[in-house]
T-cell receptor, first 115, second 114 residues
């Protein structure tokens, strides 16, 4: 089945620095990928929809200048948390729509800790 | 707007007991329906999905779910729970209008007692 690879699985960064998270679709092309944020013991909150070759679509309340999304190829989307602050610490998960009938495939997530 | 309700925040069952996790949705038409499982610190794994056809859907790990249109429900079941089933379970829906956005329930945490 479809596989989505997400890296890194965890990262610790200093306040004010930027962090890039990669999401790759393996063995299939994903014109659309999704980025979610999950707070402890809560459900997933959709942050943005990443579209290959065009600008991402952000959900209401998500700062597009804070969370930069680039979907430069059919197999790679990146999320960059710019000027990270402790409140950005969270679990970030990407997903991609695979082959018809496969539903969504999720990456393994990235635990971001900003100190 | 689409919404998904998982009424049970936390369920505890004994190993070997049967399990049912509830999911109700609110949507104008029948959406696509999914159940995902998440282990701590991990991404989500698809257990099963309903697109059309037979309303009883078989998934991985011995799980099944039944779509009931009249009740707008898509409850997840397993006849005999294993300790490794302890995890967070999410029900999700997606509209058929091409939006391709998943809407998740808040999740049900499953604890399995030995």
């Amino acid at each position: 089945g479809a596989v989505v690879s997400q890296h890194p699985s965890w990262v610790i960064c200093k306040s004010g620095t930027s962090v890039k998270i990669e999401c790759r679709s393996l063995d299939f092309q994903a014109t659309t990928m999704f980025w979610y944020r999950q707070f402890p013991k809560q459900s997933l909150m959709l942050m943005a929809t990443s579209n290959e070759g065009s600008k991402a679509t952000y959900e209401q309340g998500v700062e597009k200048d804070k969370f930069l999304i680039n979907h430069a190829s059919l197999t790679l989307s990146t999320l960059t948390v710019t000027s990270a602050h402790p409140e950005d610490s969270s679990f970030y998960i990407c997903s991609a729509w695979g082959q018809p009938g496969d539903g969504y495939t999720f990456g393994s997530g990235t635990r971001l800790t900003v100190v | 707007a689409q919404s998904v309700t998982q009424p049970d925040i936390h369920i505890t069952v004994s190993e070997g007991a049967s399990l049912e996790l509830r999911c109700n949705y609110s949507y104008g038409a029948t959406p696509y329906l999914f159940w995902y499982v998440q282990s701590p610190g991990q991404g989500l794994q698809l257990l099963l999905k309903y697109f059309s056809g037979d309303t009883l859907v078989q998934g991985i790990k011995g799980f099944e779910a039944e779509f009931k249109r009249s009740q707008s429900s898509f409850n997840l079941r397993k006849p005999s729970v294993h300790w490794s089933d302890a995890a967070e379970y999410f029900c999700a829906v997606e509209g058929r209008g091409g939006s391709e956005k998943l809407v998740f329930g808040k999740g049900t945490k499953l604890t399995v007692n030995p």
